[in-house]
């Protein structure tokens, strides 16, 4: 048994109430603050918000400073907010829980969420440009992950094919999405037949840049019923830093998430059995098979296993990244899978609803795998 | 490899890299350096088959996360090797690689 904070001061106190999305791809001629209020309009709307009701407003930042800066957001939107904020590395679930945090303790009553970006090379550039050692040439996050799966593939007999299955998985998803950036069909033999780029990774296993924006307005619960949707609940929420990195043993294989496993199930009761619908952060393929293990939807090494029966497929048993993920979606770190999750609760994701979806879980790797967050979200009493 | 020397903690005997002031383990700052064994094993490995950036080493390379025998690893590469012929779990000792600028430490695969 694993030691857990109490949880009970956020458990359904926080219910999210609005979200807005714009298409992802390129939005040439279009900066990143006109995506991120396009965004912001959609999900005041959704809400059937004034604007003025908005009492705290966050943004985030990337590794590289660039962003949505709260405070320029709340000029643009006319408001002073009781509080403003923006993590320095601020993927969406991180987001969501700060802004949990400020309302579970009263700091401010509804927080608007909000990101977008549009940057050079949408649409073709890859993303996690990032040199982590010049002299021996590692670069790119992507590489990280490779060098993870390397390990895994020596440790469990595991191949390329597996991450082959999570990519073609994403594209048949992303079909299924307007608003996604990647949606022309992918075989595993297209998979296969492209040349490796970082070996065991292809191009194609790691995501690409792409514009565009969310937004998302989170309440107290009990003001959840002034919003005309069904309310989603944070049901719980976990992080853990892994700023040791290769001084731990399993860092490359993301072990840090099986401490967000015991504080997220054991402060809800709740298992991977529960959970309806997965958001698993993708910036590379080999995440997602991570994720599943350590978590515990498989034991560790049988995450190819899992896979291979076209369940993570639409309609598969594993509903995962309904709506293409980062890896053919688009790649808005992490704020997408939380839209994408509480309209499946709402039960609006149309051709890719997952039919009675009560429970979603995300689940990400944030700061080139040296932070991990996991939120389960429940849908709530309309 | 006898420039390359590692921190140890003089209280508790941790080896660690990178070097810092402190033992990461006990907190003390009574360190010493100790030279490398040089034995290490592949704990990963990838190869870059295209250059990702200017100022890319040629392709094909690789970057191996070397495990050393006293316990830190470290990010380096295997000279000698192709493509197909490293695996996790390789032995390996530590050469030094003059690029003309600098030393640097590199590994070769053995046994």
């Known amino acids: 048994v694993t030691a ?19 298409r992802q791809g390129a939005h040439p001629g279009r900066g990143q603050y006109e995506l991120a209020l396009d965004a912001t309009r959609e999900a005041l709307a959704d809400a059937a918000l004034d604007k ?30 009781r509080v403003t904020g923006a993590l320095d590395y601020g993927t969406g679930g991180f987001t969501t829980q700060y802004a949990a945090m400020l309302i579970a303790t009263g700091a401010c009553e509804t927080v608007l969420c ?16 990032i040199t982590y050692d010049e002299r021996f040439g590692l670069f ?15 440790l469990y007999g595991s191949t390329e094919e597996a991450l082959g299955r999570v990519v073609v998985a994403s594209r048949a998803h992303a079909a299924r999405n307007p608003n996604a950036a990647f949606r022309d069909p992918l075989s595993l033999d297209d998979y296969l037949a492209e040349e490796h780029l970082v070996w065991p990774f292809r191009e194609l296993d790691i995501c690409k840049m792409t514009a565009g924006a969310v937004a998302l307005i989170l309440t107290r619960a009990e003001r959840a019923a002034e919003s005309p949707q069904p309310p989603v609940l944070m049901h719980a929420v976990g992080r853990q830093q892994a700023t040791r990195t290769l001084e731990d043993d399993g860092h490359l294989l993301c072990h840090g998430m099986r401490s967000v496993a015991s504080h997220i199930y054991g402060a809800s009761g709740l298992g991977p059995e529960d959970i309806d ?20 939807f498989c034991g560790e090494g049988e995450s190819p296993a899992l896979l291979a029966d076209g369940r993570i497929e639409p309609g598969g048993a594993l509903a995962l990244n309904t709506d293409g993920g980062q890896l053919s979606g688009g790649y808005l770190v992490g704020w997408l899978h939380q839209a994408e999750l509480v309209r499946q609760l709402r039960g609006e994701a149309g051709e890719r609803q997952v039919e009675g979806a009560r429970l979603a879980q995300y689940m990400t790797t944030g700061r080139f795998r040296q932070d991990f967050l996991s939120t389960i979200y429940r849908r709530g009493e309309a | 490899v006898s420039g390359f020397r590692l921190q140890r903690c003089l209280d508790c005997g941790h080896v660690r890299h990178p070097p ?17 064994s040089g034995a290490a094993v592949v704990h990963a490995f990838v190869w870059y088959l295209r250059p990702l950036r200017e100022g890319s080493p040629p392709t094909p390379y690789n970057v191996t996360v070397a495990e050393l025998a006293e316990g830190p690893r470290l990010v380096t590469t295997t000279v000698g090797v192709d493509i197909g012929e490293l695996a996790v779990g390789d032995a390996l000792e530590a050469i030094t690689d003059d690029d003309g600028d600098r030393t640097q430490l590199t590994f070769r695969r053995i046994g």
């Open chain 2, 20 to 36: 810092r002031f402190a033992c990461p383990e006990c907190l003390s700052e009574r360190t010493e350096e100790v030279p490398i």
């Open chain 1, 277 to 296: 619908v997965l958001g698993i952060s993708d910036a590379s393929s080999a995440a997602v098979l991570m994720t599943l293990e350590n978590y515990g």
């Open chain 1, 4 to 22: 857990f904070p109490d949880q009970s001061a956020l458990r359904d106190r926080v219910a999210v109430v609005g979200v807005g999305s714009t």
């Open chain 1, 52 to 81: 003025s009701r908005i009492d705290g407003l966050l943004g985030a930042k990337q590794f590289d400073g660039s962003g949505i800066d709260p405070v320029e957001m709340a000029k643009l939107i006319g408001l002073n907010p």
């Open chain 1, 114 to 129: 909000v990101y977008g970006r549009n940057p050079a090379g949408a649409m073709t550039q890859l993303s996690g440009e």
């Open chain 1, 140 to 154: 790119n996050a992507g590489a990280v992950a490779a060098l993870g799966w390397s390990r895994h593939m020596a």
